[in-house]
């Protein structure tokens, strides 16, 4: 049985300083998978005391290809994020979080053809709305290019003042 050890890092970013948490594994790029990228208030996110309460190992270079990935994609210098992701949360959750990870950069999705893409109608969308706002992965799955059938601003853990900014930085039509 492999045992991963669980290392933390912040990050500073626009949105604030960003809490990466991954699990050390041989197979990942730069050698982390990640586990979980939350931004300061997030509804649900790990924090800071979470990450040192745990017994977590702080160490900022076991991140630096995945730091460096979202320098770029802050300063607008890529449209893609390519991180290894430690695998987690219910098959249902998986599967909605792929149809999030296939939405292209400076696009936007309504809740509604979210849930039609995995064969999901009526009350399943709201299912869909529940497993996006339970991502653990903020910017890097993309879950702020989901928005309101209406084009409307709609849940982000984040905040909306965030959802809206990224949607801004990757010039994707929202209201």
């Known amino acids: 049985m492999t045992v991963c050890a669980t290392v933390w890092a912040t990050a500073g970013s626009p949105l604030g300083e960003l809490l990466l948490v991954g699990e050390e594994s041989a197979e990942a ?15 649900g996110g790990v924090t800071v005391e979470d990450a040192a309460g745990a017994g977590w190992r702080r160490d900022p270079a076991a991140f630096a290809w ?6 770029a994609y802050f300063a607008g210098e ?11 949360g219910t098959d249902f959750q998986q599967r909605v979080w792929a149809e999030l990870d296939s939405l292209p950069y400076g696009s936007t999705v309504s809740y509604g053809e979210l849930a039609g893409r995995i064969g999901l109608s009526g009350a399943g969308v709201r299912a869909v709305g529940t497993a996006i706002g339970r991502n653990p992965l903020l910017v890097v799955r ?20 965030r959802k809206q900014w990224l949607l801004g930085l990757e010039g994707a039509p929202a209201s």
Not at 78 to 88: F, L, N, V
Request: aromatic share 4%; charged share 25%.
């Open 78 to 88: 890529s449209t893609r994020i390519e991180i290894d992701y430690a695998r987690g």
């Open 29 to 43: 790029r730069g050698g982390v998978a990640l586990v979980s990228l939350s931004v300061p208030g997030q509804k």
């Open 142 to 161: 993309p879950c702020h290019r989901v928005i309101g059938a209406d084009g409307a601003l709609r849940g982000y853990a984040g905040g909306l003042e």
């Open 66 to 71: 995945i730091t460096e990935q979202l320098r």
